[in-house]
């Protein structure tokens, strides 16, 4: 068992405002600060933080949704050509992966793709970087993975190092406090995947367990609360920490609704929270008897009532919970959704997927082209 954890994490309201005093006393006074959209307030706030420090800093929002390996290539040289000494992402799952692969990248050379596909090493610790998620989702902040899209294959794979987890991560309610409510949900049901997936997983532990259970109590019970209300701080609060415990768990790895959802958003241009909301619950069922005992367990933490009912029962029960919340908070569930059912082109996703994923073994049921088919033919 290997365990992989941030040096330090500040959650809580007022986090960010801690920013520019932490760069400063790691010694980084030069900072490339990485975001999607520079007109936030919590990109405007972190700014004025580093500038109450004394940290001198760069603006680079040229960071898209689902970046490609020529935007991690341009950043890096971007960051290197400044002579920055850390890297601050503030965003979404896109900015962190994008900015802890450049925080790598800056120390050790090369290009993304000779990290990707060529296997070349990481042989120095990458720069100082600081997560700053802005949405409760994807858990990049947690992780030492950094998923890219490359667009000469056409598909997602990912780059990953011990070293390239964040050294320090950020939780501020302010980050998020306003999230339109379709975003909220998308992001929300990304983490609530990690956190079910993780617990199922074939190198699940009793450290991931233990992030798992607590993430799902948190996401589930706060998701539908800042849906309704984008402006419950103590909800986001909880959803923060919720993302972040099942960005922790995902160590354990991902299974069937990742395996599938990821590709199958790379191809047709699916935010990844929806991808994985699309396959959770027919993965869940495609799993159950070969998790049945974890599924109950899960339905448990769901506060699914389990006394007197079977372990499948009570499993049937925890999906039928989740199907609850998918309604409360418009999770979509139908490829058909994104995809007109005649541009489905079966046979050339199932190619991308045992290419792109088929080296993951982490799910419960063994894997092969069968499976993933009959995922896929239930959410058409």
Request: aromatic share 6%.
């Amino acid at each position: 068992m290997e365990i992989v954890n941030n040096r330090e994490v500040i959650a809580g309201k007022g986090s960010l405002a801690k920013l520019g005093q932490t760069l400063a006393w790691y010694g980084a006074l030069n900072a490339f600060v990485m975001v999607y959209d520079a007109g936030t307030r919590s990109v405007q706030s972190a700014l004025k933080s580093l500038e109450a420090a004394g940290i001198r800093w760069v603006l680079y929002d040229r960071i898209i949704t689902e970046p490609e390996l020529s935007d991690v290539d341009a950043a890096v040289h971007a960051c290197k050509t400044g002579g920055y000494n850390c890297i601050v992402a503030i965003g979404g799952g896109s900015v962190m992966d994008c900015a802890k692969t450049v925080a790598m990248m800056a120390a050790n050379g090369g290009r993304a793709v000779e990290y990707q596909l060529e296997g070349r090493e990481v042989r120095r610790a990458p720069m100082l970087f600081v997560a700053i998620p802005t949405t409760a989702g994807t858990g990049a902040e947690a992780t030492k993975v950094s998923v890219l899209y490359n667009k000469e294959k056409g598909y997602k794979k990912s780059i990953y190092h011990t070293s390239m987890i964040a050294q320090v991560v950020l939780l501020d309610p302010i980050c998020t406090q306003g999230m339109p409510a379709r975003i909220a949900a998308a992001t929300g049901m990304d983490a609530i995947t990690h956190a079910i997936e993780s617990y199922v997983s074939n190198n699940a532990t009793v450290v991931t367990r233990m992030y798992s259970v607590q993430a799902l109590k948190l996401l589930f019970g706060n998701l539908a609360a800042v849906c309704r209300d984008p402006s419950n701080e103590t909800a986001w609060e909880e959803m923060l920490l919720g993302s972040y415990l099942a960005g922790c768990a995902i160590a354990a790895g991902t299974c069937l609704a990742h395996i599938v959802g990821q590709p199958v958003g790379a191809i047709y241009n699916i935010p990844h929270g929806d991808a994985c909301s699309i396959f959770l619950l027919p993965s869940m069922r495609l799993n159950l008897d070969y998790a049945v005992s974890d599924c109950a367990a899960i339905a448990g933490v769901l506060g699914v009532e389990t006394h007197g009912k079977t372990e499948k029962e009570a499993a049937l029960a925890g999906i039928e919970k989740l199907e609850h919340l998918y309604n409360e908070v418009g999770a979509p569930r139908r490829l058909t959704a994104y995809v007109p059912e005649q541009e489905i082109d079966l046979p050339m996703i199932l190619n991308n997927i045992e290419t792109s994923m088929g080296h993951i073994k982490t799910n419960p049921r063994p894997q092969t082209r069968e499976l993933y088919a009959a995922l896929l033919r239930m959410v058409v």
